[in-house]
């Protein structure tokens, strides 16, 4: 009962706004990429952004090891082994997927040869996110990482910044909070707590429930970056020219 009513509140309340800004990032990638120019999807899953690429030519590539629905994918490989030739895409969408490479910087470097010298890539990837897509979720990435990963990899940052405002990190650990957080007796033992701990509960989901809707809509408008952290942070590199061969 209690879990059905919070539910009910939880669907007019809360509005994700990490997608709100997802949506945002990769419209304005799309927006930069000229017509016809060649975009590889890495990890697309169910190719959210496709149509973003109307104008482009789209072709994805996924593992599809995990039991969901996909896209339409053109390349079902391991993102460490795609079967094309070194700079095929001028442009390529890496959208939360790089917490699922189990050898990030394999991947990374394999997405800097398919990608032209000069080509540009995004990715969004998460800094404080629960474990997803398991068994396959293997890291989490700070802004420091993403550095070392990229440049390491042969990649320039254009762009390093969070996806979301803290208020949206916040609100989504406030409904994660909301629903796990137990209410029955059972759960907290013997003594006093198991009679005080169930109405305080019930008053504490029903409270994060609504600061969880409240902060996550604010998000959606205004992303608020002073202080804090992020849930997910964005980034936009652009491949390097390979090095210049040393003259003999
Ligand atoms: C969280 S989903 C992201 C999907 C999509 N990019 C999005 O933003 O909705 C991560 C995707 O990475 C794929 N994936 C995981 N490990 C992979 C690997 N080693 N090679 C290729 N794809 C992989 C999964 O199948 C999954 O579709």
Redesign the pocket.
Same mark, same amino acid.
């Given at each position: 009962m209690v879990d059905r009513l919070l539910g009910r509140l939880r669907r007019l309340t809360y509005k994700n706004s990490s997608r709100v800004h #997802?949506q945002r990032v990769n419209e304005a990638f799309a927006r930069s990429v000229p017509a016809g120019a060649r975009v590889l999807?890495?990890?697309? =899953?169910?190719?959210? @952004?496709r149509e973003l690429f109307d104008h482009a030519v789209y072709e994805s590539?996924?593992?599809? =090891?995990?039991d969901?629905p @996909?896209g339409e994918i053109t390349y079902c490989?391991?993102?460490?082994n795609i079967p094309v030739e070194d700079g095929t895409f001028d442009f390529i969408?890496?959208?939360? +997927?790089l !917490? $699922? #490479?189990?050898e990030p910087q394999a991947?990374l470097k394999e997405l800097a040869r398919v990608l032209k010298p000069g080509g540009r890539l995004l990715c +969004?990837a998460p800094l404080f996110y629960e474990e $997803? !897509?398991a068994p $396959?979720d293997y890291f989490r990435f700070t802004q420091f990482a993403h550095r070392y990963l990229f440049e390491e990899a042969g990649f320039e940052i254009e762009r390093l910044e969070w996806l979301e405002g803290y208020l949206g990190t916040l609100a989504h650990q406030l409904d994660r909070a909301a629903i796990a957080l137990p209410y029955h007796a059972s759960a907290y033992g013997l003594g006093a707590s198991r009679w005080l701990m169930p109405p305080t509960a019930v008053s504490i989901k029903l409270l994060f429930t609504l600061l969880s809707g409240l902060m996550s809509r604010l998000d959606a408008r205004h992303r608020f970056t002073d202080a804090g952290y992020p849930k997910n942070y964005v980034v936009v590199a652009r491949r390097l020219p390979e090095p210049a061969t040393p003259a003999t």
């Amino acid at each position: 009962m209690v879990d059905r009513l919070l539910g009910r509140l939880r669907r007019l309340t809360y509005k994700n706004s990490s997608r709100v800004h #997802m949506q945002r990032v990769n419209e304005a990638f799309a927006r930069s990429v000229p017509a016809g120019a060649r975009v590889l999807d890495a990890g697309a =899953g169910s190719c959210p @952004y496709r149509e973003l690429f109307d104008h482009a030519v789209y072709e994805s590539a996924d593992l599809q =090891g995990v039991d969901k629905p @996909y896209g339409e994918i053109t390349y079902c490989c391991d993102l460490r082994n795609i079967p094309v030739e070194d700079g095929t895409f001028d442009f390529i969408l890496f959208n939360q +997927t790089l !917490e $699922h #490479m189990a050898e990030p910087q394999a991947a990374l470097k394999e997405l800097a040869r398919v990608l032209k010298p000069g080509g540009r890539l995004l990715c +969004t990837a998460p800094l404080f996110y629960e474990e $997803h !897509e398991a068994p $396959h979720d293997y890291f989490r990435f700070t802004q420091f990482a993403h550095r070392y990963l990229f440049e390491e990899a042969g990649f320039e940052i254009e762009r390093l910044e969070w996806l979301e405002g803290y208020l949206g990190t916040l609100a989504h650990q406030l409904d994660r909070a909301a629903i796990a957080l137990p209410y029955h007796a059972s759960a907290y033992g013997l003594g006093a707590s198991r009679w005080l701990m169930p109405p305080t509960a019930v008053s504490i989901k029903l409270l994060f429930t609504l600061l969880s809707g409240l902060m996550s809509r604010l998000d959606a408008r205004h992303r608020f970056t002073d202080a804090g952290y992020p849930k997910n942070y964005v980034v936009v590199a652009r491949r390097l020219p390979e090095p210049a061969t040393p003259a003999t």
